[in-house]
């Protein structure tokens, strides 16, 4: 609905693809080109160093027959269900015991004790989990302590515990990034409202399930992409931490079985196909939350 | 307010950067890349990354930081001015990312001239051109050595120098150094719970009891390397060697069995697999297993991620199964405060399993630090002061202080006295070679397919059975891979076996 | 009222504790970078009782040639992260012409790609942008480029070696001109600049759109045109939004390690996460110097977040994240 005139005018035309070009001549030279390459390597078998040869679709076929992908999957959803589940939530609990603090002065630096260990590299998360998984280490001797030492086991070694220890590292969970995301959320919410809930009587946990949660699903909605996208993708701390997947496939994601088959059995054209794999289940995980989360309908709300 | 001084802050940030690096502190250039030399240097420049003996490297990061190196490479720039030598640092990364850094660079044509790197990592790209042959120089006399006649005459060890040839029979390396495995333990808890070192399997086992028992680690270990590397060559050749000379079905050059008696070669471990030797039905094979399974409730519980080293130092763990380069941590470590000595592995006997021999066990070590030289000495014309440098560097002298400060390792330089801290090494080395190094014979992803599965067997993940079908079925692919890679034509090895009288399976 | 004090006290205490155990891998790296490796290892989570200071002599060593080269390429990718997407999101969230919802997505997509399958096929991209040309020969079929063809081109001084692309030689028929990406820091600012374009355009054209239209109404009735609109009005309202995305944008190139790793061979011209890799090591890592290593290296990114945060939340207020 067209409001405030706008004299008539039909378009920008030629002059929005102008502004648009630098970054589109970026991202098709850097990002779209590799892209289109690395997928239609899905289609062939090429090994580094020779050349492709076109297989058609029959990375697939072997993909869903494949018991390291598929345990590799499980995995992932596992993973997906307890970031979802907990990962999501943590930095909202954290954001909300910051806002509640009682001077402006507190909360800047409260927010500063979580977004400061953003700086710290994953090798040093690695040595603390280390450290603490250990058979020298904190969780040893806390099971000593408590006369319950017969639960000793090697926590990323046993195949029933690997991939539990392997989601708790990162305890608890609060990340800075997310945190400010809702704080900005919480900030947002218009004095008045905080204020009519607050004469109506409604204790803390009140206003939060009526008042804040429904006001920042937008914040929700972004930071679940977000953290579906860098679970689907994740395999750093995989890496460091187990090594090659954990016993067995215990702790085996497929973006390892990615980053093994391109560059340790340089099986380039599989590699690829798990890749293109791991987009269309990317998309369709971020077009679910998109729809399930939806919230005031932005869509179709074009400049004015 | 803010908004203003955060991009204030970024700007001079970015003007600080910039004073930084003009400023050009930390290391220097290698020099420009070619193709594009401006003037023909009037210099020679020589790059080399030794690996541990680069010059101001804490190895283990105790004791002094180490300047040998840098004094041999300034005695040899004396010797020849208009040299210059120069050391660089490859970087290690997680899962040996050093080889595709250095693929990157030896493909450019801008590698150090002289890298220190496993002669096996070399074979696998012999066909690029990338690595010059050393045997021609090595029939020339050293002349810095007097009297040599033969730059060969100057290893300590032929036997292994020679075994370290290619699969073209060539020579790609200069071994200066060699590394063995041990058991290093705790002197003074054993000596509280009245122990002493074992002379045989069960009398091992029966102190790892007592040591658990007691609440320590009896033996603390890392999944990585000891247990799916060491743990499996050791005991695997105890079982087998009773038949080796019945399977070992091809012997090698005069010269590699000086060394390598009876090794099984990729060649014919794919055959024997393919016979069946190591599968499900072989009960030799099993109780290979077996054994291995039954040990692991005295190794550490975490194999993924052991600080080992410091699970021994905290006297936690009673024993720990390293090798000769923890000798420099234990010398130089300034809280150590107990006393501390040396044993191999015990010979597994009849007492603990039907198949085993009583042998003495048998070798993992081998060469340590191995020197090649690259295609980038011969692009810049370098290729004989390389060779001299090389051969000024083997000379007893050299190897002496070199390989000496660093208390890791014993030298393979005739002449060259090793550090009498490392004397037990030198002693376990003598006994014979190991029948095979399993997860250096057939492919990466088979290593890794193995480790994988022998860690979850190990952890209790499934059965003996389970995993030596799951492991067969695998190595047959592997196996299969493999031949089908290099061609192999088993005419020869039938008939053997059929004069052996053998049939799969070995029993 | 005791109600109130008593919820008040069980927050401030679960505050502590998930603040304390949030912040405690930072403790962690600093107390481990003050340590020697033997204290290191008899003393693993407590501070020490005599500093190790020197780990950061060491660390300062290793690390100095490269961290002006890092804040170099994070300041400049963050520079063209910013400059180039800003204008992108302007155009998509307030002009209108065809394809733009289609352009729109497209851009948002690369996210979705996995980055570790983009790594070679960049490689080979950035190694392929590598041309020579022969300026001397044509240079002396042209009048007046004699002295070019005789002294060639004045050579490259070592500072600025890691920023030139270009360099020359002389061979033979006379001077060449090699342009070059790879080995050089634009290998490293460039795919960044490009990499950092989708998440940028993803935030500032929500951000954009909802700016008030009448804002821009007006100013176009005025004459301004889309280019002033742009430059006068979205930008200066859109500072905090900016700054945001440079916090993340220099977060997320100063802590990649394989793109440097790859594409620079000379040391010299390496970036700070390369030379923190040098500190891993076969025979046990040297933890204590690593960790003041990346204690040296975090500091630019700490106080940049410490200054951004209070701009970033202003940022957020103004509506930057609604989706």
């Keep these: ?304 | 307010m803010s908004t203003r001084l955060f991009w204030l802050f970024l700007v001079l940030v970015t003007a600080v950067g910039a004073v930084v690096r003009a400023a050009g502190g930390g290391v220097p250039a290698a020099g420009e890349p070619h193709p594009e030399p401006t003037v023909a240097p009037a210099r020679h420049l020589i790059e080399i990354t030794p690996g541990i003996y680069r010059p101001g490297n804490v190895p283990q990061s105790v004791g002094e930081p180490l300047r040998a190196f840098r004094d041999i490479a300034d005695e040899y720039e004396r010797l020849h001015p208009g040299v210059s030598v120069r050391f660089r640092q490859a970087p290690a990364v997680a899962g040996g990312g050093e080889g595709d850094w250095l693929r990157t660079q030896l493909a450019g044509g801008i590698a150090p001239e002289i890298v220190q790197i496993n002669t096996e990592v070399v074979w696998q790209d012999l066909d690029k051109g990338w690595w010059v042959n050393l045997e021609p120089y090595l029939a020339q006399p050293n002349p810095y050595v007097p009297g040599n006649e033969v730059w060969w005459d100057c290893f300590a060890d032929i036997a292994l120098t020679k075994a370290k040839r290619g699969p073209d029979g060539n020579l790609y390396c200069i071994p200066m150094d060699i590394v063995e495995t041990g058991i290093f333990y705790n002197k003074d808890v054993f000596a509280s719970l009245g122990l002493s070192p074992p002379a045989d399997w069960e009398e091992f086992i029966r102190i790892q009891k007592t040591l658990k028992d007691a609440g320590y680690i009896p033996l603390v270990v890392n999944g990585f390397t000891v247990v799916c590397d060491w743990t499996q060559d050791i005991i695997f050749d105890q079982l087998f060697y009773e038949i080796l000379d019945q399977i070992d079905l091809e012997k090698g050059s005069r010269d590699e069995e000086a060394y390598l008696r009876g090794y099984l070669a990729p060649k014919e471990l794919c055959y024997l697999i393919k016979r069946g030797f190591f599968g499900p039905d072989n009960p030799r094979y099993r109780e290979v297993w077996r054994i291995i399974r039954d040990w692991r409730p005295y190794w550490s519980h975490e194999l993924a991620n052991t600080d080992m080293d410091r699970l021994f130092l905290t006297q936690r763990g009673a024993m720990y199964w390293s090798g000769s380069w923890f000798i420099r941590r234990m010398k130089n470590d300034p809280y150590l405060d107990f006393d501390w000595g040396i044993f191999y592995v015990p010979p597994i006997t009849k007492a603990t399993s039907p198949y085993a021999c009583g042998a003495e066990s048998a070798v993992i070590g081998g060469a340590g630090n191995q020197y090649s030289v690259t295609n980038r000495a011969v692009l810049d014309g370098e290729l004989d002061i390389v060779i001299d440098f090389l051969r000024f560097l083997t000379t007893p002298e050299s190897a002496e202080r070199l390989v000496g400060e660093a208390q890791m390792f014993f030298p393979n330089v005739k002449g060259a006295r090793m550090d009498p801290e490392l004397a037990a090494f030198a002693d376990i080395f003598r006994h014979r070679y190991c029948t095979v190094k399993w997860l250096y014979s057939l492919s990466q992803e088979f290593n890794d397919t193995h480790r994988r599965w022998i860690m979850y067997f190990v952890n209790g993940g499934f059965g003996l059975d389970e995993f030596l079908a799951l492991s067969d079925s695998y190595m047959q692919q592997a196996a299969d891979y493999y031949i089908d890679k290099h061609g192999y034509d088993f005419s020869e090895y039938d008939r053997v076996m059929a004069e052996r009288g053998l049939s799969g399976g070995g029993r | 009222m005791r109600r109130r004090a008593a919820s008040s006290m069980a927050r401030v205490c679960l505050l502590a504790v998930l603040g304390f155990l949030a912040f405690f891998p930072f403790l962690f790296m600093v107390s481990t970078s003050m340590k020697s490796i033997p204290e290191f290892y008899r003393n693993y989570w407590l501070p020490s009782m005599h500093p190790h200071w020197v780990n950061y002599a060491e660390a300062w060593r290793e690390v100095r040639g490269y961290l002006g080269n890092s804040i170099v390429v994070s300041s400049v990718s963050v520079a063209g992260v910013l400059v180039f997407s800003s204008l992108a999101a302007f155009a998509l969230g307030r002009m209108r012409f065809r394809g733009r919802q289609a352009l729109y997505y497209a851009i948002i997509a690369v996210l979705m790609i996995p980055p570790i399958l983009t790594l070679v096929p960049t490689f080979m991209v950035v190694r392929g942008m590598d041309i020579s040309l022969p300026v001397g020969e044509w240079a002396g079929r042209v009048p007046g480029l004699g002295r070019l063809v005789a002294e060639g081109p004045p050579a490259v001084p070592r500072w600025a070696a890691a920023f030139s692309s270009l360099s020359s030689w002389y061979a033979g028929a006379g001077w060449h001109l090699h342009f070059r990406l790879l080995d050089t820091l634009w290998a490293l600012i460039l795919p960044y600049i490009a990499g950092g374009q989708a998440f940028s355009v993803f935030i500032l054209t929500t951000f954009f759109r909802t700016m008030p239209g009448d804002l821009f109404d007006s100013a176009a009735i005025d004459g301004a045109s889309r280019l002033r609109q742009y430059r006068y009005l979205a930008l200066p309202l859109a500072k905090p939004v900016l700054g945001t995305v440079a916090m993340i944008t220099a977060l997320g190139t100063w802590n990649n390690f394989i793109w440097p790793l790859v594409t620079i061979s000379t040391p010299g011209r390496s970036v700070i996460t390369t030379g923190l890799l040098m500190f891993g090591s076969e025979y046990g890592g040297r933890y204590g110097a690593m960790a003041a290593g990346q204690v040296i290296a975090s500091l630019p990114l700490v106080v940049m977040f410490l200054l951004a945060t209070r701009v970033f939340l202003r940022g957020m207020t103004a509506g930057a994240f609604k989706m």
């Design chain 1, 1 to 304: 609905m067209r409001r405030n005139g706008r004299s008539g005018r039909s378009g920008d035309g030629w002059r929005g693809w102008l502004f648009v070009l630098p970054t589109l001549v970026l991202l098709c030279v850097f990002c779209y080109y590799p892209a289109a390459f690395a997928l239609r390597m899905a289609f062939a078998r090429w090994d580094i160093g020779g050349q492709p040869q076109w297989v058609g679709a029959a990375h697939f076929v072997t993909l869903m027959r494949d018991p390291v992908f598929i345990a590799g999957a499980k995995n992932l959803l596992r993973l997906l269900a307890f970031a979802l589940c907990v990962g999501l939530w943590m930095p909202l609990l954290a954001a909300e015991l910051i806002f509640h603090a009682a001077t402006e002065r507190r909360r800047y630096l409260l927010r500063a004790v979580f977004v400061v260990p953003m700086v710290v590299p994953l090798i040093v998360v690695w040595l603390v989990w280390r450290g603490i998984y250990s058979d020298a280490g904190a969780v040893t001797a806390f099971l000593e302590l408590v006369g319950k030492g017969h639960w000793i086991r090697g926590w990323l070694s046993d195949p029933d515990t690997a991939l539990g220890a392997l989601m708790f590292v990162g305890f608890p969970f609060v990340s800075g990034f997310p945190m400010l995301i809702y704080y900005a959320g919480l900030s947002n919410i218009s004095e008045s409202v905080l204020d009519a809930a607050r004469i109506d009587g409604a204790s803390t946990l009140g206003a939060f399930r009526h008042v804040h949660l429904p006001m920042i699903r937008p914040q929700v909605r972004l930071l679940a992409i977000l953290t579906v996208l860098g679970v689907v993708q994740g395999y750093e701390a995989v890496y460091v931490l187990t090594g090659d997947g954990g016993p067995g496939y215990c702790t085996m994601v497929p973006g390892l079985y990615m980053y093994q088959n391109g560059f340790s059995y340089g099986k380039m054209g599989y590699a690829s196909a798990i890749g293109l794999v791991m987009f269309v289940a990317i998309l369709a995980f971020t077009l679910g939350v998109q729809r399930y989360l939806r919230g005031e309908a932005e869509e179709g709300r074009g400049p004015r």
